[in-house]
């Protein structure tokens, strides 16, 4: 059994890696020397799309829906395939306007209207709660399944632990830190983050070799090939992993797939990696068919862990921790705590880049407006850097803890999927404002901030 104080500190050694990997980008961006401005890079940045939900919860909806895990895959690559030129148009736009968010986007398309840039920056930053909560959720459940914590037996016990002995608090608080090393210690102009790009392609190459790991052990290891586990799992009465069921019919099939194509440009994370962050729009030509390559990758042991996990522990099992069960009951830590580290790496980069894109929303967009308003001090002083950073920094630290909340309040006897869900159906209110804006010039400030509210509101 892995003693508490390794896990502790591997997972802290990993993080020091990726402050080191973070450093190296900025280091070689000050010399002129961006280790960024590679497309494979770029490309690999998109990973980020690839979050716990992807790494645990994916196989956990497969164990319950068949296939119907399939269109959070499936969605990125039709919109790639099918919309690359308006996510080409939208990094254009942004470049010539100098637009550094999704509010800003939005508020320079009807009138550069602070208002609607407001309005954009809170219903991101509460629809993206849920998601943020998401992440902390996997890394605590995954944490007290890793130490064989006896307390807790499924992911509904997580809210019944006295608040400071629960590590999902703990976790907040040390992604805040790190977000702020990462993404706070200057201002840009461009608002671009060179190091925490280097470390999030860093970080899409992990997850998906740890993912690829425990596949390969479970499907060639606990059985001999793809064809002895599928036709075990058939005589032992789960066919229905091959087929849609539950709550996944047809109809929602769809619109899941609708709102995956629209998660991939319109989530803050999303807008920030590939849009913000985009050098050089010729990149995104490698993005088109690398990025659905690495989805195709990762979700090809999808329904292999699933059906290992049904099999080795049966339906009653939290089907959510297949991934790293299934390693542990075959006896190997080492490939579990291996594991463990891709899970974290999937968090963490989500955090990272969602909290630096929000926290970016809140102080342009939301907070500094209201602050420069009328006659106040702050308009006439002429380095208000400081300040700037300070709101981020709390706006980060307010957020994670908001996450923490939602993950106690309301997150823990939900399954992975459902709380991403949420965002999901946050995130496409922004499509007819931001989407529709591109071709259609009939559009109006008024309009979208009634679409806007009325669809939040729903």
Known sequence: MLQTWFIVAVSAAYLGLLFAVAHYGDRRADSGRSIINNATVYALSFGVYATSWTYYGSVGWAARAGVGFLPIYLGPTIMLALGWLVL????????RHRVTSLADFVSARYGKSTALGALVTIIAVVGVIPYISLQLKAVSLTF????????????AELSHIPVLEDTGLYAALVLAAFTILFGTRHLDATERHE???????FESVVKLAAFLSVGIFVVFWMFRGFGDLFSRAADAGHTTLFTLHGQTGYGSWVWLMVLSMLAIV??????????VENV???????????????????SAFVLPIAAGGLLRFGPGADADTYVLTLPMAGGQEALALFVFIGGLSAATSMVIVETIALSTMVSNSLVMPLLLRGRSRLARRDNLAGLVLGIRRAAIVLILLLGYGYLRVAGGETALVSIGLVSFAAVAQFAPAILGGLFWKGGTRRGVLVGLVAGFVV
């Open 195 to 201: 190091g925490m790009v280097a470390a999030i392609a």
């Open 280 to 298: 050089d729009e010729r990149h995104l030509k490698r993005v088109l068919w690398m990025f659905p390559l690495y989805l195709l990758v990762i």
């Open 266 to 275: 319109l989530l803050p994370r999303q807008w920030q990696i590939g849009v």
């Open 88 to 95: 080409r148009r939208i990094i254009r736009i942004s470049r």
């Open 144 to 155: 007290a399944t890793l130490r064989r914590d006896p307390g807790i037996t499924s992911a």
